[in-house]
């Protein structure tokens, strides 16, 4: 149980930080309401389970390799510089804060997944760093367990980003669209930055 509770602290320290994945996240609270945050808070674990997956069946060593971890940072910038310029072009446009439940099914899920799929620190950090969790979970528990005792950080993680879906939820109702445009230029230029930091490290890597 102490493993479990660890493990779940744990994730919620590394979900905290604001990054792409809870930009999206608030974004489509603000646009979509709780509904649609979730579903790509949803779509941000499914890559989190995603990538424990990987590192659990020996994958890790990958990322180790200069052209691979090259590949995935100029992956991650085009993605995210995309996603970027594409928020912030939609801020231009009339804001409906009542978006479809079809809207809603077809796109946040997939833009969560994709978002913190091709966000090369989530890559960096589960493949790089998972080694050590998994062995350390080892230790404590049979090797029939260690995938979900492992797993439990993922927990953690939920539990963050469904605040954060809920907190964007209720602001939604306290702000005026062009408040949300506003929020959504901010956040196209938030990930356009990490796009350029992650364009930047994958050129020192190549000198």
Not at 11 to 31: D, E, H, T, V, Y
Not at 75 to 81: D, F, R, Y
Not at 122 to 143: D, F, H, R, Y
Request: hydrophobic share 55%; aromatic share 8%; charged share 10%.
């Amino acid at each position: 149980m102490t493993l479990v509770l660890q493990n779940i602290l744990l994730g919620l320290s590394i979900a905290a930080p604001i990054g792409p994945a809870s930009i999206a996240i608030l974004k489509s609270g603000f646009q979509g309401g709780f509904s649609s945050a979730i579903q790509v808070a949803l779509g941000v674990v499914a890559a989190d389970v995603t990538y424990v997956l990987i590192a659990y069946f020996g994958l890790a060593r990958l990322i180790t390799i200069p052209a691979v971890k090259i590949g995935i940072l100029f992956i991650g910038m085009l993605v995210l510089a995309y996603l970027g310029i594409q928020t912030i072009k939609e801020a231009s446009k009339p804001v409906d804060l009542l978006m479809s439940k079809d809207t809603i099914w077809k796109n946040c899920f997939l833009q969560g997944f994709a978002v913190n799929l091709s966000n090369p620190m989530a890559v960096v950090w589960w493949l790089g760093v998972i080694g050590s969790i998994l062995a350390t979970t080892a230790q404590g528990v049979s090797n029939l367990m260690t995938l979900p005792y492992t797993l439990t950080i993922v927990v953690g993680i939920f539990i963050w980003h469904t605040g954060l879906a809920l907190v964007s939820h209720l602001s939604q109702r306290s702000l005026s669209s062009r408040v949300v445009k506003k929020i959504s230029i901010i956040s196209g230029l938030v990930l356009i930055g990490f796009a350029m930091r992650f364009g930047y490290n994958a050129l020192i890597s190549l000198m």
